[in-house]
């Protein structure tokens, strides 16, 4: 079939605003871009430059705590105006928030295709910031807004099976993938690392201190207080590891302030971000609200071994001692013992173990690319948008995953 798809995106993050949805969501348009004609609807900023004739901004609202962040507010009459003119073939929902929310109403409405990402735990996130009462509300309604599309994106088989058996329905799986020209053991910067285990001007050996690295928004969410702590437990212990916290959020001030030990350097992006990953030793990420955790993949490429909670891409893709420490037992003790396990196991010769590990995870790394990716959605979304054609998109092949 020749003809070519018409995708409205709307999301209520993205670029130049950091986060694991805004970036994912970026990389996969850049992808699709030679197949589809796409418009980007989008909560608009004071600092974004004009924009792009197929680029709709919309009314937002700061969100306190995120001072880069903003929600978008419904749009119902801005989308329906917009969409009679020039109707798109489908509408993609990545963000579930009160904009994502008038699209999918006025989608329906005008009866256009839709889709969605399931990209956060929102339902999760409450009790971190005790509103534990607000979790029911929470989870019916993404069961609601999820269950009014006519497919649901998740990116692990693991969280498919969750949701399904949350009653949510229309599920297809589609992994997320790395820019392995981005993220690589080539970016290593062995004058960063230095920096890093500089002591009061005496620099200590980088072959006998391993740095460890957590890649995050400091949230309540991300739970990086337990690797703080683990941390803290092994300094006392007599370990002379270095921890680099890389990223920012509205509980950055308080963390560095109770945990001097440990280095903060602020948000970090492009080639910077890949340097940071690419001199450190060990990954270590204790979220446990993730849908999926990008960094995780970008450790990966960057031959980190990955200590973590089972969760998300960690047990989509990782093995316990294989790839690192991944940890089936949720508590903070386990986190804390398998870091000891860690430190104890760079004292093998050569630091093999960690070596060894790090050659298998990026074996792993180097089949997650975004180019897989962009083919299975451009499948899923011709599919949706033209269901009584029997045609593919413009591109030469196409692995078609079975909806779950």
Request: hydrophobic content about 45%; glycine content about 6%.
């Given at each position: 079939?020749?003809?070519?798809?018409?995708?409205?995106?709307v999301?209520e993050?993205?670029?130049?605003?950091?986060?694991?949805?805004?970036?994912?969501?970026?990389?996969?348009?850049?992808?699709?871009?030679?197949?589809?004609d796409?418009q980007?609807?989008?909560?608009n900023r004071?600092?974004?430059?004009a924009?792009m004739?197929?680029?709709?901004?919309?009314?937002?609202?700061?969100?306190?705590?995120?001072?880069?962040?903003?929600?978008g507010?419904?749009?119902?009459?801005?989308?329906?105006r917009?969409w009679?003119k020039?109707?798109?073939?489908?509408v993609?929902?990545?963000?579930?928030?009160?904009?994502?929310?008038?699209?999918?109403q006025?989608?329906?409405?005008?009866q256009i295709p839709?889709?969605?990402?399931?990209?956060?735990?929102f339902?999760?996130?409450?009790?971190?910031y005790?509103?534990?009462?607000?979790?029911?509300?929470?989870?019916?309604y993404?069961?609601?807004?999820?269950n009014?599309?006519q497919?649901?994106?998740?990116?692990?088989?693991?969280?498919?099976?969750?949701?399904?058996?949350?009653?949510?329905?229309?599920?297809?799986?589609?992994?997320?993938g790395?820019d392995?020209?981005?993220?690589?053991?080539?970016?290593?910067?062995?004058g960063?690392?230095?920096a890093w285990?500089g002591?009061?001007?005496?620099?200590?050996?980088?072959?006998?201190v391993?740095?460890?690295?957590?890649?995050?928004?400091?949230?309540?969410?991300?739970?990086?207080e337990?690797?703080?702590?683990?941390?803290?437990?092994?300094?006392?212990s007599?370990?002379p590891?270095?921890?680099?916290?890389?990223?920012?959020g509205?509980?950055?001030?308080?963390?560095?302030?109770?945990?001097?030990?440990?280095?903060?350097?602020?948000?970090?992006?492009?080639?910077?971000?890949s340097?940071?990953?690419?001199?450190?030793?060990?990954?270590?990420?204790?979220?446990?609200?993730?849908?999926f955790?990008?960094v995780?993949?970008e450790?990966m490429?960057?031959?980190?071994?990955?200590?973590?909670?089972?969760?998300?891409?960690s047990a989509?893709?990782?093995q316990?001692q294989?790839?690192?420490w991944?940890?089936?037992?949720?508590?903070?003790?386990a986190?804390?013992?398998?870091?000891k396990?860690a430190?104890?196991?760079?004292?093998?010769?050569?630091?093999?173990t960690?070596?060894?590990?790090?050659?298998?995870?990026?074996?792993?790394?180097?089949?997650?690319?975004w180019?897989?990716?962009?083919e299975?959605?451009?499948s899923?979304?011709?599919?949706?948008?033209?269901p009584t054609?029997?045609?593919?998109a413009p591109?030469?092949?196409?692995?078609?995953?079975?909806?779950?």
């Amino acid at each position: 079939m020749d003809r070519r798809l018409r995708l409205a995106v709307v999301t209520e993050t993205f670029p130049p605003e950091v986060n694991g949805v805004s970036l994912s969501l970026a990389k996969l348009l850049e992808g699709i871009g030679p197949f589809c004609d796409w418009q980007l609807v989008r909560v608009n900023r004071h600092d974004l430059e004009a924009p792009m004739p197929d680029e709709l901004r919309m009314a937002g609202f700061p969100i306190p705590g995120y001072a880069r962040l903003r929600g978008g507010f419904p749009a119902w009459i801005g989308l329906r105006r917009a969409w009679i003119k020039q109707r798109p073939d489908l509408v993609h929902i990545a963000t579930e928030g009160p904009l994502g929310l008038s699209a999918l109403q006025t989608a329906r409405s005008l009866q256009i295709p839709v889709c969605s990402d399931f990209r956060t735990h929102f339902e999760q996130y409450v009790d971190h910031y005790k509103l534990a009462w607000l979790e029911p509300l929470a989870s019916a309604y993404l069961r609601y807004f999820h269950n009014h599309c006519q497919l649901n994106f998740v990116p692990t088989e693991m969280l498919s099976k969750q949701l399904k058996a949350q009653g949510f329905e229309r599920l297809a799986v589609v992994p997320r993938g790395v820019d392995l020209a981005r993220f690589g053991p080539q970016h290593r910067d062995e004058g960063l690392r230095a920096a890093w285990l500089g002591n009061g001007g005496r620099r200590l050996d980088p072959n006998k201190v391993p740095v460890l690295i957590c890649v995050s928004r400091m949230a309540a969410e991300k739970n990086l207080e337990v690797l703080l702590q683990a941390y803290r437990a092994a300094k006392q212990s007599g370990s002379p590891a270095r921890l680099v916290m890389v990223g920012d959020g509205p509980m950055r001030a308080g963390l560095e302030r109770d945990y001097p030990e440990a280095l903060f350097v602020g948000m970090k992006t492009g080639l910077d971000l890949s340097r940071h990953y690419a001199s450190a030793d060990l990954f270590c990420f204790p979220s446990q609200s993730e849908t999926f955790g990008n960094v995780i993949l970008e450790a990966m490429a960057s031959a980190l071994p990955v200590l973590a909670y089972r969760h998300g891409a960690s047990a989509a893709l990782l093995q316990d001692q294989e790839h690192g420490w991944i940890l089936r037992d949720f508590s903070p003790s386990a986190f804390h013992d398998a870091l000891k396990t860690a430190l104890d196991a760079w004292a093998t010769p050569g630091h093999s173990t960690w070596q060894a590990m790090g050659e298998k995870i990026l074996a792993i790394a180097k089949t997650q690319s975004w180019d897989s990716v962009v083919e299975l959605m451009l499948s899923h979304w011709y599919a949706l948008a033209f269901p009584t054609v029997k045609a593919k998109a413009p591109h030469e092949s196409f692995a078609h995953s079975q909806q779950l």
